[in-house]
């Protein structure tokens, strides 16, 4: 949690303003602050990219406007089961934590923080059952919260309950602990892991800043350990949106043994407008490296479609047509869903996707 001496510079930040400190009360009690140990040594002041990363902002609360939701991906009506849930044919995405090393103020579930769906026995049980009773689940992606937040023996005993299940190939793991947090990728944990190979892991990373000597040791074990790492990127107003920045986190991450694998656009949580940036910036970004650094350093872009349409890569293919103000996409089941456009921005991105505005 938070020293004392960091609420202290964060009611001096500039523009807080009068009653700042009481408003940066109000937005850690709708959105608890939390910050690991590591991410308070790795800040160095207020507004550089890790601080916007934890540190709690006033706007959190102003945004509510008519493209904020609180469950922009649709999750709670594509869930079979209490936090089990079931988008695309093959893989289903289960929330086995409500636990985090750090709070991201610009997390999508981050309404689950002070109302979380509980996580008892009997559920598990019925997320067991559903995976079992569905042969098409190949991939279970297991995420939260932070699946390394919970206590090492539980986790086993998921990865267990998955592996009697013939028909799952492969566990995933989505995490952000290896680099908020990583004092917890012990040798034991990473000896539980390799018990239920083939295990991969999703992990979250969004600035070079972030690779601390610890976090490379840790990515170190678990690529030791057979374990293949994949990074997810949040594309970031204000911490990330640099081609330059983005080049070094994704040239560094590639000789950690970790291949970037999605860049996300921000998808449109409530209390996070102030992260957002238009689709036309990632992909600028993307286009600047393309060529200039290894192809596998580069991650694909993509958009997690609100509503709970799935993810969509930005390549014209994905493109139905671009108005004024959104783009419209077709989904991997061929349904349209629309992505709100800045002003201005829909030239700019039918040229960059070779498409008629
Ligand atoms: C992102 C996601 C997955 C995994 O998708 P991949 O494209 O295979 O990485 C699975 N289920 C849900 C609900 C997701 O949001
Ligand atoms: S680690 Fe992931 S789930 Fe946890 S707060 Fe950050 S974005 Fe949200």
Redesign the pocket.
Known sequence: MLSEGMVDQNEKRPGAGPGGASLHEEVHRVYPVKVSPLFQRLMEKPGDPIWRQVMPDERELLDDGPLAMEDP?GEESRSPVPNL?H??PD???WIVSHVCAVHCRFCTRKRRWTRPVPLTDGMTRAAEEYISATPAIR?V?LSGGDPLMLPLEKLHDLCARLRRIPHVRILRIGTRVPFAAPERVTDELVQVLRTHHPVYMNIHVNHPWEISPEAREACARLADAGIPLGSQTVLLKDVNDDPTVLEELFVELLSLRLRPYYLLQMDLMKSTAHFRTGIRDGLRILQRLRNRISGLALPQFVV?LPGGYG?VPLSPQAVERIEADRIVFRNYEGKACSYPLDDGEGPELAKLLGKEP
């Open positions: 991906l849930v988008r695309y893989r289903v995405l991939d992606l997690d993810k």
